[in-house]
């Protein structure tokens, strides 16, 4: 059989895994503090042959561009300016990264993201907040308390831990959440700062994703059509064969 039913195969293959990725960003697209996500593919040639290639590797990386930053006037709402991230404490127990900076303090006195994950200090443990204070977070990520009666005298809870690491070291798991791929924790960055009272939005151009579903979905056509042709002729070639014995 023609090697093109092969290479139109694996391209069918890999297109649908890139829809899927498209698909994934656009529903993503007003996540605070979403990184896109990207395809990364290559081609291999077909048993050394100069004219069929595969595609493969449909490996899942991650734009890390920053996103937008809208204010919001939350006391709680930080949004990271350039790079970095907020270190937070995953479901497994273990440190993991994230840009989403829309914090609350959970029911037991902890500072968490709106999404439950508890808040890291440079300690690598939780920042607690007492009962009846209103918090501040400043711009290097100190978070203070002001009492709600008597005295409004700030006192520091605590510093959120902005870690910074290499772009290139930076995987998402299947939680969203980014750790370093070696397993190694990113260490507190001094320099980093976030501005208060803001978010971050996604970094996904929902246009350019749009655009990317048709294309693929017209480039998955195609691949069909192609597999259907080695097909048809495979089968006119049969006959030929066939006739002239």
Same mark, same amino acid.
């Given at each position: 059989?023609?090697?093109?039913?092969?290479?139109?195969?694996?391209?069918?293959?890999?297109?649908?895994? *890139?829809?899927?990725?498209?698909?994934?960003?656009?529903?993503?697209?007003?996540?605070?503090?979403? *990184?896109?996500?990207?395809?990364?593919?290559?081609?291999?040639?077909?048993?050394?042959?100069?004219? *069929?290639?595969?595609?493969?590797?449909?490996?899942?990386?991650?734009?890390?561009?920053?996103?937008?930053?809208?204010?919001?006037?939350?006391?709680?709402?930080?949004?990271?300016? /350039?790079? /970095?991230?907020?270190?937070?404490?995953?479901?497994? /127990?273990?440190?993991?990264?994230? *840009?989403?900076?829309?914090?609350?303090?959970?029911?037991?006195?902890?500072?968490?993201?709106?999404?439950?994950?508890?808040?890291?200090?440079?300690?690598?443990?939780?920042?607690?907040v007492p009962p009846d204070v209103n918090l501040t977070i400043a711009s290097d990520g100190t978070v203070s308390a002001i009492p709600v009666s008597g005295a409004k005298v700030a006192t520091p809870l605590g510093k959120i831990k902005l870690a910074s690491a290499p772009d290139g070291e930076m995987a998402r798991g299947g939680d969203g959440l980014f750790r370093r791929s070696n397993g190694d924790t990113a260490d507190a960055d001094p320099n980093l700062r976030v501005q208060p009272q803001a978010l971050e939005g996604s970094n996904v151009n929902p246009v350019e994703a749009m655009v990317t579903m048709i294309a693929v979905a017209r480039q998955f056509e195609m691949q069909m059509k192609m597999m259907s042709s080695a097909d048809e002729n495979a089968r006119q070639a049969d006959k030929l064969l066939g006739s002239g014995t």
């Open positions: 059989m023609d090697k093109l039913i092969y290479t139109a195969m694996t391209g069918a293959k890999y297109l649908l895994a *890139r829809q899927d990725t498209a698909a994934q960003n656009l529903a993503h697209v007003s996540t605070t503090g979403y *990184r896109a996500q990207v395809d990364a593919l290559r081609s291999q040639a077909v048993g050394g042959s100069d004219t *069929r290639v595969f595609a493969t590797d449909a490996t899942v990386g991650s734009d890390f561009t920053p996103g937008p930053v809208q204010e919001t006037g939350r006391d709680l709402d930080v949004a990271l300016v /350039g790079k /970095g991230w907020i270190a937070v404490q995953a479901l497994d /127990g273990n440190e993991a990264y994230t *840009r989403f900076g829309s914090l609350e303090v959970s029911a037991e006195g902890m500072l968490q993201t709106r999404t439950g994950l508890p808040v890291l200090d440079g300690g690598g443990g939780p920042i607690v």
